[in-house]
């Protein structure tokens, strides 16, 4: 196979990562000719490289000591050094380039300024500091992907105070499960939002989720439909002072900046705790190094308040790039608005989902011709593995000259441990290289490296973006159990993936879902990378349910398009696709035409939970109602049985 996409020699001379080696070279002495040798430098010698990228971005004083402590869990960072990451995007204000471009699905754009974005930070900074929040305290956001959303983070962040949000998506009860563990002090909200051209009223969930926040103190309202919040302080009374100064707490390099949530399929979802100094590098890395973002830049990610990209996205600003926020559908009013947003803003880098590439695929979309792309030069692609077809669909609809970084990694480390980078081939199907620092390798069950073959994904060395901690797990006994229990000491991600010889990675999907047929593992990607393209296809499920009788019963679940029905010539096809495109011992023991595929809030596919109910499980233990995206899908799953269970 081909690359889809090489670097120009102007690609290779002009790139961020190119002068950083450049940097490395004159401080160390190093020569990093090409970007395996940097990453393999960068692995090496963890002191060496996370120091010189604290000072290749100029961050500040910091202690001389990089990395006290190498364990896993429990590296220690940076000890002594003292920052504020909200002190670092203002660092980038400007006066040439707005901070936020803010669409709208009415088809409009608003710009904010970075002076317009300081003012009201400080606005909102101050409400919370006379509310009694400071470091170590949690401010609450149930927002939809609104500017804001942003301020009130940097805002939260200044104070050295705890951010953690949900977007409006998400029902009170699935917020309390998150929110509720924090007891915030301050709730910042909007009274509705606007989706595929409803507005969607969010007064009633708000008094429900204020009711079980009795640590509240004040709530906060961005009044967008005309609803009514009693007892709430009006976004709009706090009123920004132009040039007013930010006043920052300095904390500790790991004094945590916000809690993100796992998926909470099994339970209550487990807060995880990043810390302000690890992610400061680690998404300056990701962002103006792998993604070569910088300040002439326009940045957009679709995405929520309620997914990791939403923070991942914030921090373009740490590269002095304008990010757009969105709440509205991608595919409204037509299955390319997405391209037209990245058009009419003059996006630079847009990220996206496969779905919604998929989506433009069988819509017939060419966005090339229908769109002005002029100003794009890269696509990212996160949430699942992207298909070789879906690639080269990119490439041969999008541009071929734009490189499409599909990334894979995780809310564990609020970033990617691989990815595109801007002087690496792009393989259809494949994710370029391991990211800088992340020293990743597949190991098989017994802890050896496997190349060229199916392994376990696992990091070997610390990253400084790893979890500071899980919420309310004061042994760590959690943390430990949720990465280091298989492997002692190496973290275990729970992927599948090939290293392939070229130093790209497959990934395969998630290896806890792996199916297991007559001692085969398979990946569940590969078969929905096969079936989900033709055309009658909106989506599939697989799973893999052993038997009381020790027998294996592998069914594929498929959700039709408009129209389409599950005939038996449907059947041979889908059958015959997977048999030619993957291989025979991937074609399923049975077909079977579902109403929806159930996700988590975030997109994941519940493969874990499905396996469990055929297997007879509870489906009160197997999956909590309040993390599925269509819960009542789990009662149509939970009426059928594998054969024999």
Same mark, same amino acid.
């Given at each position: 196979m081909e690359p889809q996409w090489v670097p120009t020699e102007a690609d290779l001379a002009t790139a961020r990562v190119t002068d950083f080696a450049r940097f490395v070279e004159k401080r160390t002495g190093i020569s990093a000719p090409d970007y395996q040798t940097l990453w393999q430098w960068s692995v090496d010698d963890l002191p060496g490289f996370w120091g010189a990228l604290w000072d290749y971005f100029d961050l500040g004083e910091r202690g001389e000591q990089v990395l006290a402590s190498a364990d896993m869990p429990g590296a220690q960072w940076f000890p002594g050094t003292r920052l504020n990451y909200a002190e670092q995007v203002f660092r980038q204000e400007r006066a040439d380039r707005p901070a936020l471009r803010v669409v709208h699905e009415s088809g409009a754009i608003d710009e904010i300024s970075w002076a317009a974005l300081r003012a009201e930070t400080v606005a909102v900074a101050d409400a919370l500091r006379a509310l009694g929040v400071g470091p170590g305290d949690r401010v609450a956001g149930y927002l939809p992907n609104i500017p804001e959303a942003v301020v009130a983070f940097l805002a939260t962040a200044s104070l050295g105070a705890l951010w953690s949000a949900c977007g409006q998506d998400y029902s009170a009860q699935a917020a309390l499960d998150r929110l509720g563990q924090l007891e915030p002090k301050a709730l910042i909200t909007a009274d509705g939002y606007r989706f595929g051209g409803k507005t969607h009223d969010k007064t009633a969930d708000i008094a429900a989720l204020r009711a079980g926040l009795p640590s509240l103190r004040a709530t906060f309202v961005v009044r967008r439909l005309g609803g009514t919040v009693p007892d709430s302080i009006g976004w709009d009374s706090l009123t920004p002072v132009p040039d007013a100064e930010l006043v920052t707490e300095q904390v500790a390099f790991d004094h945590p900046l916000w809690v993100l949530y796992s998926s909470g399929t099994t339970g209550k979802p487990k807060g995880i705790v990043h810390g302000h100094g690890g992610v400061l590098l680690e998404h300056l890395k990701a962002v103006a190094l792998q993604t070569d973002i910088g300040a002439d830049d326009v940045f957009f990610w679709y995405t929520s308040p309620s997914w990791m990209m939403w923070n991942f996205q914030v921090s373009g600003l740490l590269a002095g790039a304008t990010i757009v926020t969105y709440e509205g559908s991608p595919a409204y009013p037509n299955p390319d608005s997405l391209w037209d947003i990245a058009s009419r803003t003059g996006t630079t880098v847009l990220g996206t989902s496969p779905g919604y590439v998929l989506a433009c695929a069988k819509a017939g979309a060419v966005p090339r011709t229908d769109h002005d792309l002029s100003a794009l030069r890269m696509v990212g692609i996160t949430g699942s593995s992207l298909p070789p077809s879906s690639s080269l669909w990119l490439r041969d609809n999008v541009g071929e000259h734009i490189p499409v970084a599909s990334i894979s990694g995780g809310t564990d480390v609020v970033s990617a441990f691989i990815g595109g980078v801007r002087t690496v081939p792009v393989w259809p199907g494949e994710l370029s290289a391991p990211y800088l620092g992340v020293a990743l390798d597949a190991w098989d069950e017994n802890g050896h490296p496997v190349h060229g073959e199916v392994g376990e994904l696992v990091i070997t060395e610390p990253m400084p973006s790893m979890?500071?901690?899980?919420?309310?797990?004061?042994?760590?006994?959690?943390?430990? !159990?949720?990465?280091?229990?298989?492997?002692?000491? &190496?973290?275990?991600?729970?992927?599948?993936?090939?290293?392939?010889?070229?130093? #790209?990675?497959?990934?395969?999907?998630?290896?806890?879902?792996?199916?297991?047929?007559?001692?085969?593992?398979?990946?569940?990607?590969?078969?929905?990378?096969?079936?989900?393209?033709?055309?009658?296809?909106?989506?599939?499920?697989?799973?893999?349910?052993?038997?009381?009788?020790?027998?294996?019963?592998?069914?594929?679940? &498929?959700?039709?398009?408009?129209?389409?029905?599950?005939?038996?010539?449907?059947?041979?096809?889908?059958?015959?696709?997977?048999?030619?495109?993957? #291989?025979?011992?991937?074609?399923?023991?049975?077909?079977?035409?579902?109403?929806?595929?159930?996700?988590?809030?975030?997109?994941?596919?519940?493969?874990?939970?499905?396996?469990?109910?055929?297997?007879?499980? !509870?489906?009160?233990?197997v999956v909590a109602r309040t993390a599925v995206d269509n819960p009542e899908l789990l009662d149509w799953y939970g009426a059928l049985r594998a054969p024999g269970s």
């Open positions: 979890p500071v901690s899980f919420w309310n797990d004061e042994d760590g006994a959690r943390y430990r !159990d949720a990465y280091f229990e298989m492997y002692p000491g &190496v973290w275990r991600h729970g992927d599948w993936i090939t290293r392939t010889g070229h130093g #790209s990675i497959i990934v395969h999907g998630r290896s806890d879902s792996t199916l297991n047929r007559n001692g085969i593992r398979m990946g569940s990607a590969d078969i929905y990378q096969a079936v989900e393209r033709l055309p009658e296809i909106a989506e599939a499920l697989v799973i893999g349910a052993e038997q009381p009788d020790g027998g294996y019963w592998m069914p594929l679940f &498929v959700t039709l398009a408009p129209g389409a029905e599950l005939t038996d010539d449907l059947k041979a096809r889908i059958n015959a696709t997977i048999r030619t495109e993957v #291989s025979p011992r991937h074609v399923p023991d049975e077909i079977i035409a579902a109403p929806g595929i159930p996700h988590t809030r975030t997109g994941k596919k519940l493969e874990v939970p499905i396996k469990k109910l055929f297997q007879g499980a !509870d489906p009160a233990r």
